[in-house]
């Protein structure tokens, strides 16, 4: 397959796999059916708080191997800001407690033995549960393979699982928690030490992105929605854009990297992640104080994560199902006045924009991860990719990538073979 490709989805599934293509030297097409690139992740002028915002807050970890690989390509790994160190700050916003866990670089948790560096109210025997969840048994959810209570659970086991698994936590997958941790806590911190986009989502992880694609001379064709693919017994035969046919020659093979609920309505036959997880974000203008943390984990509070950027302040809140249909200005006040206590900023509410998926992620449950296909397909030149295939991990930056760079080593190895 010297052909051309063609990339059905300019998320970054399928953003990575056009760039790892045509690093090859090989002839990519893009086909986006919305106005913008980025899928989830993407930013956006909003008018209700006069700034750039980004669609919601995405952490990556400098464990995230994809990811920085991606970024390294397009130009753009030093656009990702974060502490030297791996740490990270929490407040409870019931017992006013704050803490900065510090994790230790050498996978050995020497982190573990030091009261001053482990999570308070914590002592070394209660980490070794964790252990269990490093090789759990597929078909098990973490309540099934851990107590999910205790100080250790709910400072910290459960604010990570939420955020990774967008999911509460017992009821999430304990072969992708394991995952997490496996390429987390179990590193040390070399693989922990969070990094942000600063200037946003869409100026360090898109922009780049399709500058180099423009660059290498690969098309990006927005607003271009796949209304068919043509298939025939074994392969892809043409892709139907409703205005416009395309053709497949031979040599031509396709990655579809788009939705779920997309996919499986491409390929009726399809068996996909059918539930699915909320996320709600706040954004705030207005200038965080001088000793805001850039992350704050936060407990007890409709606050999950507090991020600070110049400007602005920004909230996420996973499994956030329960929010999706509450009044937004009440949601926005409810919200601020958690964020007020937080920062000791002014308790008027600031200009606010609250933004809500729907179906952000697919339902990290068991059953949800079982049903999860692999990239290849029964048509030799089409190809899945997206965090809601089988890469191993939730549905993460990091898996959306990996997903992208798998479709693309699986056609350019079809190549070589043909």
């Not at 959810?141 to 999910?148: K, L, Q």
């Not at 250790?152 to 990570?160: D, G, H, K, N, S």
């Not at 994560?305 to 809140?317: E, H, N």
């Given at each position: 397959?010297?052909?051309?490709?063609?990339?059905?989805?300019?998320?970054?599934a399928?953003?990575?796999?056009?760039?790892?293509?045509?690093?090859?030297?090989?002839?990519?097409?893009?086909?986006?059916?919305t106005?913008f690139?980025?899928?989830?992740?993407?930013?956006y002028?909003?008018?209700s708080?006069?700034?750039t915002?980004?669609?919601?807050?995405?952490?990556?970890?400098?464990?995230?191997?994809?990811?920085?690989?991606?970024?390294?390509?397009?130009?753009?790994?030093?656009?990702?800001?974060?502490?030297s160190?791996?740490?990270?700050?929490f407040?409870?916003?019931?017992?006013g407690?704050?803490?900065?866990?510090r994790?230790?670089?050498?996978?050995?948790?020497?982190?573990?033995?030091?009261?001053?560096r482990?999570?308070?109210?914590?002592?070394?025997?209660?980490y070794?549960?964790?252990?269990?969840?490093l090789w759990a048994p597929?078909?098990k959810?973490?309540?099934?393979?851990?107590?999910?209570k205790?100080?250790?659970?709910?400072?910290?086991?459960?604010?990570?699982?939420l955020?990774?698994?967008?999911?509460?936590?017992?009821?999430?997958?304990?072969?992708?928690?394991?995952?997490?941790?496996?390429?987390t806590?179990?590193?040390?911190?070399?693989?922990?030490?969070?990094?942000?986009?600063?200037?946003?989502?869409?100026t360090?992880?898109?922009?780049?992105?399709?500058?180099?694609?423009q660059?290498?001379?690969?098309?990006?064709?927005?607003?271009?929605?796949?209304?068919?693919?043509?298939?025939?017994?074994?392969?892809v035969?043409?892709l139907d854009?409703?205005?416009?046919?395309?053709?497949?020659?031979?040599?031509?093979a396709?990655?579809?990297?788009?939705?779920?609920?997309?996919?499986?309505?491409?390929?009726?036959?399809?068996?996909?992640p059918s539930?699915?997880r909320?996320?709600?974000?706040?954004h705030?203008?207005?200038?965080?104080?001088?000793?805001?943390?850039?992350?704050?984990?936060?407990?007890?509070?409709?606050?999950?994560?507090?991020?600070?950027?110049?400007?602005?302040?920004?909230?996420?809140?996973?499994?956030?199902?329960?929010?999706?249909?509450?009044?937004?200005?009440?949601?926005?006040n409810?919200?601020?006045?958690?964020?007020?206590?937080?920062?000791?900023?002014p308790?008027?509410l600031?200009?606010?924009?609250?933004?809500?998926?729907?179906?952000?992620?697919?339902?990290?449950?068991?059953?949800?991860?079982?049903?999860?296909?692999?990239?290849?397909?029964?048509?030799?030149?089409?190809?899945?990719?997206?965090?809601?295939?089988?890469?191993?991990?939730?549905?993460?930056?990091?898996?959306?990538i990996?997903?992208?760079?798998?479709?693309?080593?699986?056609?350019?190895?079809?190549?070589?073979?043909?």
């Open positions: 397959m010297s052909g051309t490709t063609h990339i059905v989805g300019a998320g970054l399928g953003l990575s796999a056009a760039i790892r293509l045509t690093s090859q030297g090989r002839s990519v097409v893009v086909h986006e059916a106005a690139a980025g899928g989830r992740c993407r930013s002028h909003d008018a708080v006069g700034m915002i980004d669609n919601g807050n995405h952490l990556l970890l400098s464990g995230n191997h994809a990811a920085l690989g991606y970024l390294r390509s397009i130009g753009a790994e030093a656009r990702l800001i974060g502490p160190s791996a740490e990270f700050s407040a409870d916003l019931v017992s407690a704050h803490w900065t866990l994790f230790n670089d050498g996978p050995i948790p020497f982190w573990v033995f030091d009261p001053k482990r999570v308070p109210g914590t002592g070394v025997l209660d070794l549960p964790l252990a269990r969840l597929s078909g959810s973490v309540g099934e393979v851990i107590a999910c205790g100080t250790l659970y709910e400072r910290l086991v459960e604010p990570l699982l955020a990774a698994l967008n999911i509460d936590a017992p009821d999430g997958s304990a072969r992708l928690a394991g995952a997490i941790i496996r390429e806590l179990a590193v040390g911190g070399r693989a922990c030490r969070p990094l942000i986009a600063r200037e946003g989502l869409g360090t992880l898109i922009e780049p992105a399709l500058a180099h694609l660059q290498r001379g690969a098309s990006v064709r927005m607003e271009h929605q796949l209304r068919t693919l043509r298939l025939a017994s074994e392969r035969e043409a854009f409703g205005a416009e046919t395309v053709t497949l020659g031979a040599d031509d396709v990655i579809l990297a788009v939705p779920p609920y997309i996919a499986s309505s491409l390929l009726r036959d399809l068996k996909v539930e699915f909320a996320i709600v974000n706040a705030f203008r207005i200038e965080p104080p001088p000793a805001q943390p850039p992350i704050l984990g936060v407990l007890n509070g409709t606050v999950q994560w507090l991020f600070a950027f110049p400007g602005r302040l920004s909230v996420t809140i996973s499994a956030g199902d329960r929010l999706i249909d509450a009044p937004r200005e009440e949601l926005a409810k919200i601020w006045s958690e964020v007020a206590s937080l920062t000791g900023l308790a008027a600031p200009p606010w924009q609250i933004v809500r998926e729907r179906r952000a992620t697919f339902a990290a449950t068991p059953a949800q991860d079982a049903i999860r296909p692999g990239a290849v397909t029964k048509w030799r030149n089409l190809v899945l990719a997206g965090d809601w295939t089988d890469t191993g991990l939730p549905a993460t930056i990091e898996g959306a990996r997903s992208g760079n798998r479709a693309a080593d699986i056609i350019a190895n079809q190549s070589k073979q043909s």
